[in-house]
């Protein structure tokens, strides 16, 4: 089983619609991390969590929200899709006890029309 | 405004050929550097990390750092199509409070020809 895990992979969805995409790890990482990626503008932090408890904005969080449910659940929600929002969106996870190296689940590719 | 630059490429060396692909970084207090490879559609796969300047080798792949020029590289050596990727530079860089944050470059399309 993969280590880092996201549902759904794929989701197309209308304006104004709101979206969930999860975020599942079984390498007992603290840290937890959300991206999106648009060509030709590279991986953009959107929010990072190093504990349960801990929760922070990134580069571009606006339109965005967090949930760290567990240490080994992390949500992102678009409470209102826009077109905009159409990217790749990665979760990762990182331990800063070793290397910190972040690890990169399979991805969702979000569509909003 | 932080920054890590990475030509964009796309990059084509023939099958066996060294490959070698660049990073810049604006950040001196950054700490620790890594190379992804991502296939397209696909999410970025750690090659390696480096911490100390000098080099690390690891198999067919050699990480370069120099901190005093704020420049990390990536070579790989005899070239394979399966290295077709694009390469993505990240860098640990203070975001404030002691906080650390990879910054990503926007990435190295490399083209291997058989």
């Known amino acids: 089983d993969a280590d880092v895990t996201q549902t759904p992979r794929n989701r197309i969805t209308k304006t104004g619609k709101r979206i969930m995409l999860e975020c599942s790890q079984t390498k007992g990482h603290d840290r937890m991390y959300w991206y999106r990626q648009d060509p030709g503008l590279g991986l953009r932090l959107i929010y990072y969590?190093?504990?349960?408890?801990?929760?922070n904005k990134g580069e571009i969080s606006d339109g965005y929200s967090v949930s760290r449910q567990a240490q080994a659940k992390f949500s992102l929600s678009l409470e209102s899709a826009i077109p905009n929002q159409t990217a790749l969106y990665f979760c990762a996870t990182s331990d800063p006890a070793s290397t910190d190296t972040q690890y990169f689940g399979p991805g969702t590719r979000l569509t909003v029309l | 405004q932080k920054e890590v630059e990475q030509n964009s490429g796309p990059l084509s060396v023939p099958e066996g050929a060294i490959a070698s692909l660049n990073c810049t970084y604006s950040d001196r207090g950054s700490q620790s550097f890594f190379w992804y490879r991502q296939y397209s559609g696909k999410s970025p796969e750690l090659i390696m990390f480096i911490y100390s300047n000098g080099d690390k080798e690891d198999g067919r792949f050699t990480a370069q750092l120099n901190k005093a020029s704020q420049y990390v590289s990536l070579l790989i050596r005899d070239s394979q199509p399966s290295d077709s990727a694009t390469y993505l530079c990240?860098?640990?860089?203070?975001?404030?409070?002691?906080?650390?944050?990879?910054?990503f470059g926007k990435g190295t399309k490399l083209s291997v020809i058989p």
């Open positions: 990240a860098v640990n860089e203070d975001s404030g409070a002691g906080s650390y944050q990879l910054t």
């Open positions: 969590s190093f504990d349960v408890k801990d929760i």
